[in-house]
């Protein structure tokens, strides 16, 4: 059974930075794209950033250039790298097996002075 766990989630001030990693049990995680998606209150899920298995991103025009994914396919772990919080970026964010697939429980980022 593939299970997906987040961690890394946490209250940072504005212009702070947080790095969440997600691991994922199972072997079908190196032939699978990953991805972070998150969730504000009232709002629509959206996708933050993908990676593919062979290592080719995408980033949501909001985060470009502040957030970073990456993975690595020998821990079976992916990463996201938060840099120059806003206000706005508070929300769960929530790590998925290829787009949407599986997702994992979530966890909270709160940018907040």
């Known amino acids: 059974q593939v299970q997906l766990v987040e961690s890394g989630g946490g209250l940072v001030q504005p212009g702070g930075s947080l790095r969440l990693s997600c691991a994922v049990s199972?072997?079908?995680?190196?032939?699978?794209?990953m991805s972070w998606y998150r969730q504000a209150p009232g709002k629509q899920r959206e996708l933050v950033a993908g990676i593919t298995s062979s290592g080719d991103t995408n980033y949501a025009d909001s985060v470009k250039g502040r957030f970073s994914i990456s993975r690595d396919n020998a821990k079976n772990t992916v990463d996201l790298q938060m840099n120059s919080l806003k206000p706005e970026d508070t929300a769960v964010y929530y790590c998925?097996?290829?787009?949407?697939?599986?997702w994992g429980q979530g966890t909270q980022v709160t940018v907040s002075s």
């Open positions: 199972g072997s079908i995680y190196s032939i699978y794209a």
């Open positions: 998925t097996l290829g787009y949407g697939v599986l």
